[in-house]
């Protein structure tokens, strides 16, 4: 009887759900396109620090520091991102050799291309490349 009671004790607990820490964020998400190579470059990168990098030489997950993080958030804020416009389309047109990019930061995206890049998107869009290339993936 005492086992009984035991068990049947144990079976009527319920035991308390596990929780589970949020899903990371996308913290930046960098695309480049085109130009006379062809390029065709994605860089994710989350708020705990993971990156995702692809190109058509493949796929890589590289894992940034908080330093990193903390660099990179300072560009963003340097370059007045929040205040850009969207989109910054080349002259005329621009043309097939071009590159295009795409940068989204905070919910905000924003397009454009050589020859129309503003000058406070400079450093970002180098810093991107920069990440790309020492994950081992070229320029």
Do not use: W
Not at 91 to 104: C, E, M
Not at 108 to 125: G, M, Q
């Amino acid at each position: 009887m005492i086992i009984g009671v035991a068990f049947g004790g144990c079976l009527g607990a319920k035991t308390p759900p596990v929780s589970r820490p949020p899903a990371p964020a996308i913290f930046v998400d960098y695309y480049r396109t085109g130009g006379f190579a062809g390029t065709d470059d994605r860089l994710i990168i989350f708020d705990n620090g993971a990156a995702v990098i692809s190109t058509k030489a493949g796929s890589k997950a590289i894992v940034l520091n908080a330093t990193d993080i903390d660099a990179i958030s300072d560009l963003f804020t340097r370059a007045q991102f929040s205040m850009l416009e969207t989109n910054y389309p080349a002259p005329h047109g621009g043309g097939s050799d071009l590159t295009k990019y795409s940068l989204s930061y905070h919910g905000k995206t924003i397009t454009t291309e050589d020859s129309a890049v503003p000058p406070p998107l400079l450093p970002v869009i180098d810093e991107m490349n920069r990440i790309v290339r020492n994950a081992g993936f070229g320029t």
